[in-house]
């Protein structure tokens, strides 16, 4: 797992190009750090979860789900937390053991993840199981993995919805302060 250093991941949360750009040495790192934070800035203008699609002028600015993800795990290793990515899907793989007219298949369909709505972020936090399901601001989980969130909150484990980092280090807040 790649997990920036300390420095460079708390310039890119504060959005600050400058510290970026010196501690990175490179050029691109400000832009994208400009960038986050215009993004930032615009999704605290109009509460997320209500907005159902970015307009045409901020689209580009649209963070990825896999930027938020890659974000919660590099916090989380900052943080200490075991935490890790847990992929989920399928692939079709070719069949090596394939010979025509012995009734074998020429692929294979491998499946990694054998539980329907899985997190996307599986780990552990103070002996209790976590799971955080990372998503693109104005998505929402699907209806497997809120269950699966329900579950492990049922069970007495911490399930979050991640939007961005800064709602993973709430929720691990208040876990610390006992009230979740």
């Not at 040495?25 to 605290?44: F, H």
């Not at 399928?90 to 993840?113: L, S, V």
């Not at 497997?144 to 911490?158: A, N």
Request: aromatic content about 8%; overall charge positive; glycine content about 8%.
């Amino acid at each position: 797992m790649f997990v920036v250093e300390r420095e460079v991941f708390l310039a890119l949360q504060r959005g600050d190009a400058e510290a970026l750009a010196l501690t990175c040495g490179r050029a691109d790192c400000a832009e994208l750090a400009r960038a986050l934070a215009e993004a930032a800035e615009a999704a605290k203008a109009k509460p997320a979860r209500r907005q159902k699609k970015f307009p045409p002028e901020l689209r580009e600015l649209e963070v990825p789900e896999k930027a938020i993800l890659s974000a919660c795990l590099q916090y989380l290793a900052i943080r200490g937390v075991f935490a890790w990515r847990q992929n989920q899907g399928a692939m079709e793989q070719q069949n090596p053991h394939y010979r025509p007219g012995y009734g074998r298949k020429p692929t294979r369909k491998i499946r990694f993840a054998h539980v329907d709505g899985i997190s996307d972020i599986i780990g552990t936090y103070k002996g209790r199981f976590l799971a955080i399901e990372t998503k693109r601001v104005g998505k929402k989980p699907t209806d497997d993995q809120r269950g699966f969130l329900e579950r492990i909150d049922k069970e007495g484990g911490i399930a979050i919805v991640a939007y961005s980092v800064d709602d993973v280090k709430n929720a691990l807040d208040e876990v610390d302060k006992g009230l979740r």
